[in-house]
T-cell receptor, first 112, second 114 residues
């Protein structure tokens, strides 16, 4: 089955700097890669996703890149702000939400 | 906005008790899911349901069962709670259909089994 590895487990950046979180997946048939943000005391919330037919997707300060050959994808946050502090999860799926596999999570801290 | 509500934020139970975790969604979603979240392990799927009275096992169903009597409500049941079931439990819902639909999560129930 699918296995998703996420690095780093913790990341601390200064406000205004960029943050990058990386994930690798094992199942070459996976074709959907969402990213979730989980704030303290809240459930995960989808912030961006990418499908295997594109290599990059951007939404304001957030971008995701996908390298299908290497089976890895990354989340890029530019101009970080303290409110970006949260735990971020990547995930990979082949067919539907039922086979979604999540990474272990990255705790991002943005220092003012 | 989709609202997924989990009935308890914190719950403390004793070993051997039967425990019910309740989840309600207000967007008429067909699909509902139960995950557990543990440090260093991410989210792992326990059970999911794609319709009333329908259920399918996820990756870690042992020790759990579920009930979906109404479309909006999905219950997770720990038949005989054990200490290794101490965890954060997350419920989610999504629309049906081919491919992927965004999952909407509740805020979680932190369950402690003593």
């Amino acid at each position: 089955g699918e296995n998703v590895e996420q690095h780093p487990s913790t990341l601390s950046v200064q406000e205004g700097d960029s943050a990058v979180i990386k994930c690798t997946y094992s199942d070459s048939a996976s074709n959907y890669f969402p990213w979730y943000k989980q704030e303290l005391g809240k459930g995960p919330q989808l912030i961006i996703d990418i499908r295997s037919n594109v290599g990059e997707k951007k939404d304001q300060r957030i971008a995701v890149t996908l390298n299908k050959t290497a089976k890895h994808f990354s989340l890029h946050i530019t101009e970080t702000q303290p409110e970006d502090s949260a735990v971020y999860f990547c995930a990979a799926s082949r067919k539907n939400n039922n086979d979604m596999r999540f990474g272990a999570g990255t705790r991002l801290t943005v220092k003012p | 906005d989709v609202k997924v509500t989990q009935s308890s934020r914190y719950l403390v139970k004793r070993t051997g008790e039967k425990v019910f975790l309740e989840c309600v969604q207000d967007m008429d979603h067909e699909n509902m899911f139960w995950y557990r979240q543990d440090p260093g392990l991410g989210l792992r799927l326990i059970y999911f349901s794609y319709d009333v009275k329908m259920k399918e096992k996820g990756d870690i169903p042992e020790g759990y069962s579920v009930s979906r009597e109404k479309k909006e409500r999905f219950s997770l049941i720990l038949e005989s709670a054990s200490t290794n079931q101490t965890s954060m439990y997350l419920c989610a819902s999504s629309l049906p259909g081919q491919g992927h639909q965004p999952q909407h999560f509740g805020d979680g129930t932190r369950l402690s089994i003593l």
